[in-house]
């Protein structure tokens, strides 16, 4: 079957990726392993919140809602949070607020699953999904790049979209090499029930083994994010919820209240970067281009970012008439999603390194600096608008 783009990976940026070139026109071949699970109303015992969730930020939004699948997200669960604080302790806080910035909310916190399905929701009939798939050889050539399914099927197409994660298979297939490190800390997550009702505010702690976050959920949950030592991050993963419980408030600060673990899980933390984003026909985005340290949760944005930059140049080179896979497009998305992403990248080592450091002098330079921060006015607007995707 001979279709314009391939998108090989469905899940959140992969999906929104074909969504953008469909509704454009372009007949797209959307190839992925999963389909998201279907939703269900009530929020009980048995369909509890997911443990992957994301913080979506307003340009994420925004483009989302342009192309329709904000609003089937919004009929089902989805947290805006209107304040954010990161603290080392209660003398040291940075607060940002969505008023400051005159906006209604900052950003929201959403569950992968469901925003995977929202897209889905929104597929055009221009996309055709192979599901379950997956490819099993790619082939290039001057005019195409052809994949082959693993039902044997073959696919063609002017570009091939790798958006199946940070081991891609696309990717590897493409002998596309990548660099980067395995960090020393692994994250704990826990998916909790709290004894407030939903919360509109998202924190973060500082401490001497690595950051710990309240991200809040609807109907009284929330996601506990830990970082720590991976062997020890690993030895809580593996204990019962009410094991975990009284371990979580004790780590926690007293502002968490007394929390009820529904279940936990765990993933190390890793950065890497894709040493070219396209090789011939097949380009990158999303975790298959990069990966970052979650600090702040702007992986899932990035890539998003990714999605918006590479199917705004494609739409115009197929209304244009151009090459899908011109070598000149390609190497202007990735000029700039490579400086983007990079800086992201340095800011947040910046962050995890800053820290890590528990030298005295060097921690209340730290909080001296957190303080100034916190009374920066509109210098610390300007990074709250950065921050959520406005500037």
């Not at 976050?213 to 991050?233: H, M």
């Not at 944005?301 to 070598?327: C, M, P, Q, R, W």
């Not at 400086?339 to 209340?364: C, E, H, I, W």
Request: glycine share 6%.
């Amino acid at each position: 079957m001979k279709y314009d783009v391939i998108v090989v990976g469905g899940g959140m940026v992969g999906a929104a990726t074909a969504l953008a070139l469909g509704e454009a026109g372009l007949q797209v071949a959307l190839v992925e392993q999963h389909q998201p699970e279907p939703y269900s109303n009530s929020l009980d015992t048995n369909n509890d919140a997911d443990l992957r969730v994301s913080s979506i930020n307003l340009a994420s939004e925004a483009w989302l809602s342009k192309l329709g699948a904000w609003q089937h997200l919004q009929q089902m669960r989805l947290c805006p949070y209107q304040r954010l604080q990161a603290f080392e302790h209660q003398h040291s806080v940075v607060s940002f607020s969505a008023q400051d910035i005159k906006h209604t909310h900052l950003g929201h916190i959403v569950e992968n699953r469901l925003l995977q399905l929202a897209i889905f929701k929104q597929l055009s009939n221009n996309v055709t999904l192979y599901c379950p798939a997956q490819i099993t050889a790619l082939q290039q050539d001057a005019e195409h790049a052809t994949v082959t399914l693993n039902s044997g099927e073959v696919l063609q197409a002017k570009l091939v979209v790798a958006a199946d994660g940070a081991n891609s298979q696309l990717r590897q297939l493409a002998a596309m090499g990548t660099h980067g490190w395995q960090y020393q800390q692994a994250c704990l997550i826990a998916l909790v029930r709290t004894p407030y009702p939903q919360q509109d505010i998202t924190w973060q702690q500082f401490t001497e083994q690595g950051p710990r976050a309240f991200l809040p959920l609807t109907n009284n949950q929330a996601s506990l994010v830990w970082y720590d030592n991976a062997v020890k991050v690993k030895q809580l993963a593996a204990l019962t919820p009410e094991q975990l419980q009284p371990l979580l408030l004790q780590a926690f600060p007293e502002q968490l209240g007394q929390v009820e673990v529904i279940k936990s899980g765990w993933f190390p933390l890793a950065k890497m970067q894709v040493n070219n984003y396209f090789q011939h026909r097949v380009v990158v985005v999303g975790d298959a281009a990069h990966t970052i340290n979650p600090l702040a949760g702007q992986g899932v944005n990035l890539g998003f970012a990714d999605s918006k930059l590479l199917t705004e140049l494609v739409i115009a080179a197929y209304t244009n008439g151009e090459d899908l896979a011109a070598k000149g497009m390609l190497e202007n998305y990735q000029r700039k999603r490579r400086l983007a992403n990079t800086l992201m990248m340095a800011a947040m080592d910046t962050f995890y390194v800053g820290f890590s450091q528990q030298m005295p002098l060097v921690r209340k330079l730290r909080q001296l600096a957190m303080k100034a921060a916190n009374n920066s006015g509109e210098l610390k607007n300007i990074v709250a608008r950065y921050a959520v995707g406005l500037s």
